[in-house]
C-alpha cells in the first residue's frame, strides 16, 4: 500500500525541506517495498535543477529502493544519474549487483571507485563467498592484509564463509588471532560453522568452550554442527541447556535441533517434536518447515515430507530446495523435476543449490534429455561458471553415460576443488577408463588439490577395474601416510574388491580381517561376487553365511549362492537355496533393461512380450543371432542357470534377456551409426556383455550398457572394460 498519494506528496515536498524526512520517507518505502511512493518522490527529485544539496543522500536511498525491488537497471540509471556518487552511493550500487549474484558488474564497480572503504571490501568478499568462488574471496583478502586496509569482524567471517580448504580455514583463523578480533562472536559463529563443515568438529568444540560470550546464533551453529556429525545425543543436551539458562529459543533454534533427531534417525522422537511445533504454532513457518522436510526425507518417510511441504502456505526458496533435495535422496527423481517446474511457475528464480539439486536429481534418473534441458536453463544464468552447478552436472553427464562431455564440462570451468576433481575420476573409473583415471588423480596432486577420502574411494575403483593391484596397495597406504586419511569400510570394500578381481581371494579374506572395525554388508559382498566370478564354492558358502548374518533379507546372497551352485551343476543345493529364499519370504529384484528413444523410455524384462512391437524385436534378434554365430559367438550356457531343458530352450533364454531386449529395440528405433545408451538395475550378465561385443562390431555402432556397478561401452567388438569386470 502507498504511503502517501500523489496529490498530497507535492504540496507536502513543497512544504518541508528536511533532508531527514525525505530520507525517512524513503526508508520506509524501501522496508515496505514501496514503489509508488518512491518513483513519486524520485521524479520529483530529477525535476530539481540544479541537483539540490540532498540529491546524493536521497538518490542513494532510491538505489536501495530499486535493488531491493529487483530493478537493478533503474537502480544503475538512479546511480549514474549522480554527478559526483559519493562512496556510500558505490556500496549500495555494487550491494544489488552482489544480491543477485552478478559479480562481475559488482567487480567492475568496484575497480572504478575513487576511493573504498571497508564495507566496500567486505561487500565483494561476501559476495563472491555466497557465489563459491573461493580464489577471488582470497585474492581479495591477501589485498587488504598487504594494503593494511582496516578489517572488521564482517571481513573476516566472509573470508572464512568463503574457504574452499580446511587450511584455509585455518590460516583465516591465524590471522583474526593476530588481529584481535577472536573475541568477536559473529567471526566465531562462522568459524565453528567452517570448523563442522570440513569434518573438524573436535575444532568447532574447542572454538564453543573458547568463546567467552555466546548468543542464540552460536547455540544454533553448535546443535547443527553435533547434528552433522551424527552427535545428536549432545545436540539435545546442548538445546536442554539453552532452556535452562533462558536463551530465547527461535525458529532457527527449532530447525537446528531436528538434525539432532535426523543424525540419530529417530523417527518418532522428531514425529513427537513435530507436534510439539505444531503446538506451539510455527507449523506454517517456512524455516521450521524446511528443517521437518529434510529430517522426515532422510529417514525414508518421503510422504510425510511431502504432507509438512504442502501444508507451508507461502513456502520460501530455501523450503523448494530442499523438497527437491528430498524427493531425489529417496529414488524420486522425476518428482524432484516436476518440483523444480513448480517453483519456476511460482515466479520464484532458481539459485545455485536449486539447480545442484535438480541435476542430481537428473543424474540419478540416468534419462540424458532432462539433464541437458535442465543445464541448457543454467547457460542462461549467472550459473554457468559455479564451480558446484558444474560438479553436479560433471555427476550428471558421467553417470547418464556422456563421458565427453563431462570432460569438456570439466576442461572448460575456470576453476576445480576436490568435488570437481572426484566427479572427473569417479566417471572415468565408472565407465571403465582406469588409466585416465589414475592420470586426472595424479594432475589432481601435482595442482595443489588435496585428495579427500571420496578422491580415494574413485582411485581404488579404478585399480580394481583395471586389474592394477599393486598401485591399488600402494594408494591405499598413500592415504594414512601422506595424507592422514583414515581408511574407511568402503575403502576396505574397495580393497577387497581389487584383491577379488585379480583372483587373490585368500588375501583379501585376510584383510577383512585385520580391519579395525566390524566388516558390514558391502565387504563381504564383495568378496562373494569375487568368489562367484572365480567359482570358489567353499569360501562363497562361508562368506555368503556371515552376509546373510548381518542382513538375512539380502536376496543377492541367496542368489549369487544359489547360482554358484547352478554354475557347477549342484542343482539340489541351488533348488534348496531357492526353497530357504521361500521359507523366509526373502523376494529376488526382477531384473530390467530400460532404454530412451525418442523422449520416451522403454522397460523390458526378460523374455518379454508387452512391448507393443515385439515381434519385430524378437525377429531382429533372432536375425542378429544369426549373424554371430557366423562370426563365431557361442552362447555362454552357464548364464541360462535353468536345469532339464535341452540346449535349443537354453538358448532361447539366453538371447531373451532384458538388456539384449532393450538393445535391439534401440537398434531397430534409431538412425544408422547413432550411438544406444541402455540401462540395467542389476549387473549384466556374462554372455549378453560377450554378445554386445559381437552385435557392436556387426552393426558398426557405439552400445553402452550401464549396470548397476559401471558402464560397458562396446564398440567394435570390444568392452570399454577390457573385460576385466
Not at 473 to 481: E, G, H, P
Request: neutral net charge.
Amino acid at each position: 500500500m502507498s504511503l502517501l498519494t500523489p496529490k498530497s506528496l507535492h504540496p507536502l515536498l513543497q512544504q518541508l525541506s528536511s533532508l531527514q524526512f525525505y530520507c525517512q520517507l524513503l526508508r520506509d518505502c524501501i522496508s515496505s517495498r514501496d514503489l509508488r511512493t518512491g518513483r513519486a518522490i524520485h521524479s520529483l527529485l530529477v525535476k530539481s535543477s540544479p541537483q539540490p544539496p540532498h540529491f546524493v543522500s536521497l538518490s542513494n536511498h532510491l538505489i536501495e529502493l530499486y535493488s531491493k525491488c529487483d530493478l537493478l537497471s533503474l537502480a544503475r540509471r538512479t546511480f549514474n544519474s549522480i554527478l559526483e556518487p559519493n562512496v556510500f552511493s558505490w556500496n549500495i550500487m555494487m550491494g544489488g549487483y552482489v544480491k543477485e549474484q552478478y559479480m562481475r558488474p559488482a567487480h567492475q564497480l568496484f575497480d572504478e571507485m575513487p576511493q573504498r572503504d571497508t564495507v566496500s571490501w567486505n561487500t565483494l568478499i561476501s559476495g563472491y563467498a555466497a557465489v563459491g568462488d573461493t580464489e577471488n574471496v582470497m585474492a581479495l583478502f591477501r589485498e587488504m592484509l598487504e594494503g593494511k586496509v582496516a578489517m572488521d569482524n564482517f571481513t573476516f567471517s566472509g573470508a572464512i564463509s568463503g574457504c574452499s580448504t580446511m587450511q584455509q580455514v585455518r590460516a583465516v583463523h591465524g590471522t583474526v588471532i593476530r588481529g584481535g578480533f577472536d573475541s568477536h562472536v559473529t567471526v566465531h559463529n562462522t568459524l565453528l560453522t567452517a570448523y563442522s563443515n570440513y569434518g573438524c568438529l573436535d575444532d568447532s568444540e574447542r572454538v564453543f568452550e573458547l568463546m567467552e560470550t555466546r548468543d542464540r546464533v552460536t547455540m544454533n551453529a553448535m546443535i547443527v554442527a553435533y547434528g552433522q556429525h551424527r552427535r545428536g545425543a549432545e545436540a539435545l543436551l546442548l538445546f536442554q541447556d539453552m532452556v535452562h539458562q533462558d536463551v530465547v529459543v527461535d525458529m532457527y533454534s527449532l530447525a537446528s535441533l531436528l538434525t539432532a533427531f535426523t543424525s540419530l534417525a529417530d523417527l518418532s522422537g522428531g514425529k513427537q517434536f513435530h507436534a510439539q511445533l505444531i503446538k506451539a504454532g510455527y507449523e506454517s513457518n517456512s524455516h521450521v518447515g524446511s528443517g521437518l522436510v529434510d529430517f522426515y526425507s532422510k529417514c525414508g518417510s518421503i510422504s510425510d515430507a511431502a504432507q509438512v511441504f504442502k501444508e507451508i502456505p507461502e513456502p520460501d526458496l530455501v523450503l523448494w530446495n530442499t523438497m527437491i533435495s528430498g524427493f531425489s535422496m529417496n529414488e524420486r527423481g522425476e518428482d524432484s523435476v516436476v518440483c523444480f517446474r513448480e517453483l519456476q511457475r511460482e515466479g520464484l528464480r532458481p539459485d545455485d543449490c536449486s539447480y545442484v539439486c535438480v541435476i542430481s536429481a537428473c543424474a540419478d534418473l540416468t534419462v540424458p534429455l532432462q539433464g541437458k534441458q535442465i543445464h541448457s536453463l543454467v547457460v542462461r544464468t549467472e550459473f554457468v561458471d559455479h564451480i558446484s552447478v558444474n560438479n553436479a552436472l560433471i555427476t550428471m553427464y558421467s553417470k547418464c553415460g556422456n563421458l565427453n562431455d563431462a570432460r569438456n564440462l570439466f576442461d572448460r570451468m575456470p576453476q576445480h576443488n576436490s568435488i570437481s576433481c572426484n566427479a572427473i575420476i569417479g566417471g572415468y573409473a565408472q565407465h571403465g577408463h582406469g588409466i585416465k583415471a589414475l592420470e586426472l588423480f595424479e594432475h589432481m596432486r601435482k595442482s595443489g588439490i588435496k585428495p579427500t577420502s571420496v578422491t580415494f574411494i574413485s582411485v581404488l575403483s579404478a585399480c580394481g577395474h583395471t586389474g592394477k593391484v599393486e598401485e591399488g596397495k600402494s594408494y591405499f597406504r598413500d592415504m594414512r601416510k601422506e595424507y592422514g586419511i583414515e581408511p574407511s569400510a568402503e575403502h576396505y570394500s574397495c580393497m577387497v574388491d581389487l584383491l577379488g578381481r585379480a583372483g587373490q581371494l585368500d588375501e583379501a579374506e585376510r584383510l577383512i580381517s585385520s580391519m579395525p572395525f566390524q566388516p558390514g554388508a558391502i565387504t563381504w559382498g564383495a568378496l562373494l561376487g569375487a568368489c562367484r566370478t572365480h567359482r570358489n564354492i567353499e569360501m562363497g558358502t562361508r562368506v555368503a553365511s556371515e552376509l546373510l548374518r548381518l542382513e538375512p533379507s539380502n536376496a543377492s546372497a541367496y542368489v549369487m549362492l544359489s547360482n554358484m551352485y547352478a554354475d557347477s551343476g549342484r542343482w539340489d543345493e541351488a533348488a534348496a537355496i531357492r526353497k530357504l529364499m521361500k521359507t523366509r519370504g526373502v523376494k529376488k529384484t526382477p531384473g530390467c533393461s530400460w532404454i530412451e528413444v525418442k523422449k520416451k523410455v522403454h522397460v523390458f524384462v526378460a523374455e518379454d512380450c508387452s512391448h507393443p512391437r515385439s515381434q519385430e524385436i524378437y525377429k531382429f534378434l533372432k536375425e542378429i543371432s544369426r549373424r554371430m554365430k557366423l562370426a563365431g559367438y557361442v552362447p555362454d550356457m552357464r548364464w541360462a542357470l535353468v536345469r532339464d531343458t535341452d540346449e535349443e530352450e537354453r538358448t532361447l533364454k539366453l538371447e531373451h534377456h532384458s538388456e539384449k531386449l532393450a538393445v535391439a529395440f534401440g537398434l531397430m528405433s534409431s538412425d544408422v551409426g547413432v550411438p544406444i545408451l541402455v540401462m540395467k538395475n542389476l549387473r549384466i550378465c556374462g554372455d549378453c556383455h560377450n554378445a554386445i561385443k559381437f552385435i557392436s562390431a556387426i552393426v558398426g555402432r557405439e552400445i553402452t550398457v550401464r549396470d548397476a556397478y559401471r558402464f560397458h561401452c562396446f564398440k567394435e567388438g570390444k568392452c570399454s572394460c577390457g573385460d576385466y569386470w
